[in-house]
C-alpha cells in the first residue's frame, strides 16, 4: 500500500509512512519530538496535537482532558494517519524546544574538580612514541613481531593485542616515516590493546569523552587527555523520551514490543552521537583523535547503551543481565569516535543502583572517608549510598516523576519559566514565586513543588496528611475539575495564559514521592542500626539538588532533620565520575571496586520499608521525634 | 552506460558486464574458472576461447600461439566485450573441470594418524556444563557476574572475556533450561573466551575445521571435536588461480592493483567457503556447531586469507606483516561458521617458510628427535627444515613452478590423464608411459617429467648439460617451433590429439628447478657444517612427493644421494598438523613455540646458495662425489 504523507506545521516538516502510523511516530520520524510521558499508551495526555486537514483515524480517544478534547485536539500517540493530513503542532506539547534553554541554564555542565595526587592524570588509553630497528636480510622480523618488541619495554604487560584493521594497516604506517611511529595503547585488565597506530613522533591530538546517560538528560564532556582539560562540554534530552519518560516504561517498551529494544538503544545512541558531533565540530576535533570513552548511567540506561535487553530489571528478584560489562569497541555501538576507541561503562551494583551512582560515590571519595556519609541522588528514582571507608550500603526506592514535574498538574523540569521559589504569607496568603530565567511562569519544577508543599503546611493551607484546608480565606483556594486546588499564579502573570495550580492530588504525589525518599533513607540507616544523628556528611547529587532548599525540604519529612551545615550539593557526581575515571586508571579501578565493594540493599526484600513508607506519608512524619527541629506543630 | 550480456558456451552459463570488461573477468563473474598462469597479463596464453558471436575489441593480441591465431581463438584476459557476445570455452581452456578429479584421486585428503598421549584430544575450545544457582531477592548478582562465577570453577584462567552478541543473549538462555547451560569456551593466551552459550545439557554437536590453503589447492577437513575424528573431508582448486599460478604473481596482483588484495582475500573465502558449504551439507551439520579452525598456508596465503597485504614478502628485505597474526572470529572475515568462533593462522618462520611448513614440522616431531631430520616441501618453492630437538633452521627456494607442470609445454597437475611414470628403452628409444587413472594421455605432471629427465639421462638423449643429443636414431627425437624436442606419446594414442613432446626448453626449466631444491639443501647444511651423510631421515611432504621415484629424483640430482630407507613420503602435513592443532591444544602451543624456535635462513643473504645453484644445473651435478651412488657416467 502506498505511504502517505504527514506535513506537521508551523514546522513545515514532513513524514512518509505507511498508513495506520500514529501521529507521535509521524512526528519522531519527521524529526519533532513531543512530550509522551507513557511512551505512546495513551494516558499521559501531552502529545496533544490539531488535525487541520486530512482523514484521520482514532484507535481511541485515551486520557485527553475536555479542555483539550474541547480546543479540537487529538492525543498523537492513538490518531492514525489514514491519508495525507497537515497536523499542527502546538508549543505546549513540543519536547525538543527545551534543548536550547538546557545550555542556557547549565544546571548539568558544571566545573569540574582538578586532578590530585590520588588521581594523577593517567588515563586507560596512552600514547607510546616508538622507533623500531629497520628490518635487514639477516634480522627480518615481521612488522607486528617488531613492534611488539619495542611496545613491551614500554608497557606493564606483555600480551598486546591488536585487532585485524589496525595490523593491516602496519606496514605503510611502519614505512611512513622511517619506522618511528606513535601508537595508542589501552591498558585494560592485564592486556594492552592497540588502538591506533600513526606514522612519526609529531605531537597529535588525544582526547576522551566523558558521558553521563541520565533517563531525561545526556551529557557527554569532550576532554584532552593530554592537559586533563575539558574543552567542551554538552547537554541534551535523552530521545528515548518519546518512549516513556522514566525507567520502568522504557523496560516495558524495550521487553514487550518487537522493536523495542532497538528503539531505545538507537535513540540513546543517536543523542549520543549528536552532541558528539556537535562538540567535535565546535572544537575542531577530528572523530579519529577521540580514542577513549567512560560510561556512567543507570542501570537500566547502560543496559540500553549496550541494547541489552533490561526485562529481568523489572521481575521480581530484579536481576541485571551484567553490572560489569565487558570494555567495547566504538565501532560495535556505532559510536562516532575513533572505531577502535574503547567504550566502557562504570559498573552497576544492582538493579537500581547504576553506574551514575557508582561515579557519584567515587566523587564524593566517602570509600575512603572515616565519616559515615549519606550520598543521595533524587530523581524518579531516589538512590543512595551510606558508608565510610569501612562498609558501604546503597538503596533504591521509586520516588515517582513527581519531583521532576511528572503527575503534576502543572509539573515542568526546572527549565525557563519554571517556579523555583515559593513564599506564602501566613495571613494573606499571596504569594511570592521565583522563576527559572526571572520569566512570567510556565509551571513548577522540583525545587518550587518541595517549596510549595513546605508554605502550604507552614501557611496552615493543608493539614499533616495533606489534606488542603478548604476553608481559608482567600479565592486562591477554590474547588477544581478534580479536586480542590491553590492557585499560585493568576493568568494575567502567566506565560501559559492559564492559573497555575497545585491541587489536592498533587499534593498526595508530592508525599508519595517524599515518603519514598525518607523510608529508604531510614530503611537504609536500621539495616546498618544507625540513626539519623550518625550521619556526618549528607551530599545530595543531581541537577534538582542544585536549587533545592534544604529547610524546605526538612519540613516536608524529606530529607533527616540535620543542622544545614552537613548538607553539600555535589551537582552533577555521574558525569564528574565519569571524566575522572577517564583520565585516571586509579579512579576508574576503584570505580571498578566499588561496583563489588557497595552492598545492595533490596528495599522491598524486607518489610520494613513499607512500614517506613506508610509512616513518612505525613509531613513531616507520623513520628515527630525525628523532626525535633520542626517544634511542634497543629 | 547499459551492461552487456556474455553467454558462455557449452556451458549456458551468462554474465551480464559493463562494456569493456575482460571476457575472463566475465567467465569468472559467470562462474566458468579459465587456466591463466599469468593472471589475465595475456603472457601465459591459456586463457583461450572462441568468440562465436558478437562485437569484441582486442586490448592486445598478447603471447598467443601461432596454432591457436589459426584456429580462430583468442585470450580471454585481451579480449573485451563490447556488446552482446557468445563465446564457446574449449575443454584445454578450462580450470574448473579437474576439481570433480581432485575427490576421486585423494592425494589431498589422506589418512590422519591418530592422537597419542603427547597430543591428547584437548581442543582450544571446550564445552562446560554448569548450574548456576537460581537468583534470589537477597543473591541477587547480574546474569553475566552469575555466570562467570561457576566457569571460574572449570576453568584454568580468571579473566573471562564475553562479546557484546552472546553477552545480549545470556538471559533468555540462562533461563531457558532452569540455569544449566552448556558454554563453549576458548582458553587462548591466558584468556577464557565465551564462543557459545547453550540452554541445558543436553549433548550438542561441536566441530572444528582444519584448513590447509595451498596455493594451488585448498583442503578442509570437518572435525568431530567430542570424538577427534574427521568425519568429512573436502579439496578442490583454490580459486586465487585466475590472479597467477604461484605467490609471486598474486602478490603482485594484491599489491599493484587496486582491488588486488580484496580480490584474492575473496577469492581465498570464496573457495573455503564453498568447501565448508558442501561439507556441512553433506554430513547434516549447523554452521553453529562448528566453533574452532586452523588454518596452515604459507605465508602468502595466511596473509592473504586476513587480508594482510604481502605486499613487503616481496621485496627485500623480504619483511611479513605478521608472522604470529592474532586469533580473530568468523565473523570478522566472513567465514561462514559459528560466527564467534576463533579462526587461529598457524604461525609463520618467515615470508618463505609459512605456517604450513610449521604444520609440517610439528607432524614430523622432528623438535623432539634426537636424529637429524631433513623436511622437504616440493612445490613451486622448495621449503625446508633440517634439525633435531636442540637446533631446526629452515630455508626456502624458488624452484619455480616446473613440479607443478608450469612453464612445461605438456606440463601438467597430478590429475586423471597425466603422465606420471615414464620409461625409455636404452637402445630403441621406444617409451613406455603409464597416466593418473589409466587414462589417454593429456600431459606431464611433477613425478612423470622428473621420471622424463631421470630416463633422457640414463637413455643418453640429453647429455649432462640437458642439451638434447639430436644425432640419435630415433623420429621421436625432432626440432620443434622453437627448440629440439622428443616426443612422448604420438597423437594416435592421447586424448588431447596433439604429440605429448618435451623440449629442451622444457628440460633447461626442470633443471634449473630441481637445481634451486638442491641448492637450497646444500645451502642449508652448510650453514650448519653438516654433509649430506648426517642427514638420518629425509620427509618429504606435498601431494607431489607421494608419486615421487626417488631413484631418478636422486639421478637427476633433485634429492641427495642417500639410502632409499632413508626417505619417507609423509603427504599434505599441512593439513594433518592443522589437524593436530585443532585437537590438541599441546599440539597447537607446539606449532606456536615452532614459529619462534626454528631459525630462518635467507638464501638470497649469502652467495652461497648462487654458486650452490650454478653447480647444480648439471645432472646430477658438477661435483659427482656428491653422487656416489650413481657410478661415472658419459
Redesign the interface.
Known amino acids: 500500500m502506498d505511504k502517505v504523507t504527514v506535513f506537521f506545521f508551523p514546522d513545515n516538516l514532513v513524514a512518509h509512512v505507511a498508513p495506520g502510523t500514529s501521529l507521535l511516530r509521524a512526528a519522531s520520524l519527521a524529526g519533532v519530538e513531543l512530550k509522551s510521558t507513557c511512551g505512546g499508551d495513551g494516558t499521559c495526555g501531552r502529545c496533544l496535537v490539531k488535525v487541520k486537514d486530512g482523514r484521520v483515524r482514532a484507535e481511541s480517544t485515551g486520557n485527553i482532558s475536555k479542555k483539550a478534547k474541547q480546543a479540537g485536539l487529538v492525543l498523537a500517540c492513538k490518531t492514525l494517519a489514514d491519508g495525507n493530513i497537515v497536523v499542527d503542532i502546538p508549543r505546549d506539547s513540543r519536547l525538543d524546544q527545551h534543548q536550547v534553554l538546557l545550555d542556557k541554564k547549565d544546571i548539568l555542565l558544571e566545573e569540574e574538580e582538578s586532578l590530585t595526587a590520588e588521581y594523577p592524570l593517567n588515563p586507560l588509553c596512552r600514547k607510546v612514541k616508538v622507533s623500531l630497528p629497520e ?4 634480522e ?6 617488531r613492534l611488539q618488541v619495542v611496545l613491551r619495554n614500554e608497557l606493564n604487560c606483555q ?1 598486546i ?4 584493521p589496525i ?2 594497516s ?2 605503510e604506517t611502519l614505512r611512513g616515516k622511517d619506522w618511528r611511529v606513535t601508537v595508542t595503547v589501552a591498558e585494560l ?3 594492552a590493546d592497540v588502538v591506533q597506530v600513526e606514522a612519526g613522533h609529531e605531537e597529535s591530538k588525544f582526547f576522551g569523552l566523558a558521558v553521563d546517560i541520565g533517563t531525561t538528560t545526556i551529557v557527554v564532556y569532550l576532554v584532552d587527555l593530554d592537559s586533563g582539560l575539558s574543552i567542551g562540554k554538552k547537554g541534551t534530552y535523552n530521545k528515548q523520551a518519546r518512549f516513556g519518560d522514566d525507567v520502568i516504561s522504557r523496560m516495558i517498551h524495550a521487553s514487550e514490543k518487537a522493536s523495542g529494544l532497538d528503539d531505545l538503544h538507537k535513540a540513546v545512541l543517536e543523542t549520543i552521537n549528536q552532541l558528539i558531533a556537535e562538540l567535535l565540530s565546535q572544537y575542531q576535533v577530528n572523530s579519529r583523535d577521540v580514542q577513549l570513552a567512560v560510561v556512567a548511567g543507570n542501570t537500566t540506561m547502560t543496559h540500553l547503551f ?4 533490561p ?2 530489571l523489572r521481575l ?11 570494555p ?1 569497541r566504538a565501532q ?1 555501538l556505532g559510536l562516532q569516535i575513533n572505531p577502535s576507541a574503547y567504550v566502557v561503562c562504570l559498573p ?1 551494583v ?2 537500581y543502583v547504576g553506574g551514575d551512582i557508582v561515579a557519584g560515590t567515587l566523587v564524593t571519595k566517602m570509600a575512603k572517608a572515616e565519616e559515615i556519609v549519606l550520598f543521595i541522588d533524587i530523581g524518579t528514582n531516589g538512590e543512595m549510598v551510606l558508608g565510610n571507608q569501612d562498609w558501604l550500603v546503597s538503596s533504591a526506592c521509586s520516588a515517582g516523576p513527581a519531583f521532576e514535574g511528572g503527575g503534576i498538574t502543572f509539573g515542568m523540569r526546572a527549565m525557563q519559566g519554571a517556579i523555583e521559589r515559593v513564599v506564602i504569607d501566613r495571613s494573606s496568603y499571596d504569594v511570592t514565586v521565583s522563576t527559572v530565567g526571572g520569566l512570567k511562569a510556565v509551571g513548577i519544577c522540583g525545587s518550587g513543588l518541595i517549596d510549595c508543599l513546605a508554605q502550604f503546611r507552614e501557611a496552615g493551607i493543608i493539614d499533616r496528611a495533606g489534606k488542603m484546608q478548604t476553608d481559608i480565606a482567600t479565592p486562591r483556594m477554590r474547588q477544581g475539575d478534580d479536586s480542590w486546588e491553590f492557585v499560585l499564579v493568576f493568568s494575567e502573570a502567566t506565560e501559559c495564559g492559564k492559573d497555575i495550580v497545585v491541587t489536592e492530588n498533587d499534593v498526595k504525589n508530592l508525599l508519595r514521592a517524599k515518603g519514598a525518599v525518607y523510608a529508604g533513607i531510614r530503611s537504609m540507616l536500621k539495616a546498618v542500626q544507625l540513626g539519623e544523628e550518625s550521619i556526618d556528611k549528607v551530599l545530595i547529587a543531581g541537577g534538582f539538588g542544585n536549587y533545592l532548599n534544604i529547610r524546605d525540604a526538612i519540613i516536608i519529612g524529606l530529607l533527616p532533620d540535620l543542622p544545614a551545615e552537613k548538607y553539600t550539593f555535589i551537582g552533577n557526581s555521574s558525569v564528574k565520575g565519569a571524566r575522572l575515571a577517564l583520565l585516571s586508571q586509579e579512579a576508574f579501578h576503584e570505580a571498578q571496586e566499588l561496583g563489588k565493594k557497595i552492598t ?1 540493599l ?1 528495599l ?2 524486607g518489610n520494613d520499608f513499607m512500614e517506613e513508607f506508610m509512616a513518612a506519608l505525613f509531613l513531616p512524619h507520623t513520628d515527630l521525634t525525628l523532626f525535633p527541629s520542626l517544634g511542634k506543630q497543629k
Chains 1, 2 share one sequence.
Open positions: 628490518p635487514t636480510l639477516t627480518n622480523a615481521s612488522d607486528w613481531t600480551a593485542h591488536i585487532s585485524l595490523l593491516r602496519l606496514p585488565n592485564g592486556c549496550l541494547r541489552l535487553n526485562k529481568y521480581e528478584p530484579y536481576i541485571p543481565l551484567a553490572t560489569a560489562p565487558p567495547i560495535e552497576s544492582a538493579s545492595y533490596e522491598s526484600a
